[in-house]
């Protein structure tokens, strides 16, 4: 599937939902993500587990990773993730620039 970026909004909101709910049909477990470095979480996660690791949503920008943090947890999908830590995400962060990623890990 293809990779979806943009701002936030009904559309963006959609094609991210269809394209989770596709994944959890096919999958027995779901894990839904946000990281900075998703060749890195893979190189991590791939041995704890699980098969597959898609990302599903690129953006440089803080406030539109939160923007579909939101928007996942209001269309309950909060039960396949935890609250994201942009805190915790920036202290790893190399210079100031960078990109987040929101990935769905399959088992």
Known sequence: MERIGGRPGSRLFERLHGSIDRYRKRSECINIGLTTDPTLLWSAERYAGWNEMVVIYSTSTRDFAAAVEEELLARGWGPFFTSWNYDLIGERLPGSYT?????????
């Open 99 to 107: 990109r987040y990623y929101v990935y769905v890990k399959l088992m």
